[in-house]
């Protein structure tokens, strides 16, 4: 906490994020370009500060870092009453919904069996609702580059 004093002091703060990439928003470590560099980077200087570090950790990692304030924030992060202890989320200006689209006449959906021949449909970055789904089902679209280009 007491690095995190100094750091508010001299104006700049720390992200956070998992080695792992989430494009189109990071790359994966240690390369940290994408969408949260720009955004954070630019959000951070609008209100007299700079994006410091982005630091890039093992998952777990960077929620002790969170917690012991070696790091400032994590994006993204889930909410969960445990994580509330020692965060507290707002809102960023990223907006991430769920989608669910349907026939006119939609059937529950219990077992692999029911989901065979339907596509899911994410959100960048949305958590994997259907974790025991076969993946050989899944099919891949590739990402235009729309979101740099102010679409």
Same mark, same amino acid.
């Given at each position: 906490?007491?690095?995190? /004093?100094? !750091? &508010?002091? $001299?104006?700049?703060i720390r992200m956070?994020?998992?080695?792992? *990439? ?12 994408? /969408? ?11 209100? %007299?500060? $700079? ?5 890039? +950790? ?6 002790? =870092? ?5 790091? *400032? ?6 909410? *969960?009453?445990?994580?509330?202890? @020692?965060?507290?989320?707002? $809102?960023?200006?990223?907006?991430? !919904? ?8 939609? $059937? ?5 069996? *029911? ?6 449909? !994410? =959100?960048? %970055?949305?958590?994997? @609702? ?6 050989? @089902?899944? +099919?891949?679209?590739? &990402? ?5 280009? %102010?679409?």
């Amino acid at each position: 906490m007491h690095s995190q /004093f100094f !750091r &508010l002091k $001299k104006k700049v703060i720390r992200m956070g994020y998992r080695t792992t *990439d989430k494009l189109p928003y990071i790359k994966e470590s240690p390369d940290n370009s994408g /969408f949260f560099e720009e955004y954070f980077g630019a959000t951070a200087k609008m209100i %007299g500060y $700079k994006l410091e570090q982005i630091v890039r +950790l093992p998952k777990m990692r960077v929620l002790f =870092a969170l917690e012991d304030g070696t790091v *400032d924030f994590y994006p993204m992060f889930a909410f *969960d009453e445990e994580r509330s202890k @020692y965060a507290v989320w707002c $809102k960023n200006g990223i907006q991430q !919904r769920d989608i669910a689209i349907s026939k006119s006449t939609p $059937k529950e959906l219990h077992t692999e069996r *029911d989901i065979k021949g339907l596509t899911e449909i !994410r =959100a960048l %970055g949305n958590p994997d @609702y259907l974790p025991s789904f076969n993946k050989n @089902y899944t +099919l891949k679209f590739p &990402l235009q580059n729309w979101m740099w280009n %102010g679409r």
